[in-house]
Nanobody, 114 residues
C-alpha cells in the first residue's frame, strides 16, 4: 500500500489548507483512515480519524476547525484545515489500517506563521 500526501505549505495564522492523500495498492477496505502530525520535538499525534463504520473522531485541538473526508472513489483522503494557528505547525501524515497493519505516507509540511 502506498500513500502520497500533498497540500502542505506556508500559511498565515487564520488561513486554511487542504491536505490530500492518494492511496494505491490496496484492493480491500480499510479499517481506519486518518491524519496525524508531528511537531518538532514532539511525538506523533492523531489529528482526525475515520472508521469503517462511518464514525469520525478528532483531536480536541482540531474540533471545529478541521474536517476529514474521503473522495468519491474512496482512494483519496482529505483534511480541510481552517483557522490555522502556529501551534498547528507540523509534518502531517496520512495513514490507513489495512489487513491488520498500519501504512503511512511520507508526510507533508505545514507551517503557520503568526
Amino acid at each position: 500500500v502506498q500513500l502520497q500526501a500533498s497540500g502542505g505549505g506556508l500559511v498565515q495564522a487564520g488561513g486554511s489548507l487542504r491536505l490530500s492523500c492518494a492511496i494505491s495498492g490496496a484492493t480491500g477496505s480499510f479499517t481506519v483512515v486518518g491524519w496525524y502530525r508531528q511537531a518538532p520535538g514532539k511525538e506523533r499525534e492523531s489529528v482526525a480519524r475515520m472508521y469503517s463504520g462511518g464514525q469520525v473522531s478528532y483531536a480536541d485541538s482540531a474540533k471545529g476547525r478541521f474536517t476529514i473526508s474521503r473522495g468519491i472513489i474512496r482512494r483519496t483522503l482529505y483534511l480541510q484545515m481552517n483557522s490555522l494557528n502556529p501551534e498547528d505547525t507540523a509534518v502531517y501524515y496520512c495513514s490507513v489500517r489495512y489487513r491488520g497493519r498500519d501504512w503511512w505516507g511520507q508526510g507533508t509540511q505545514v507551517t503557520v506563521s503568526s
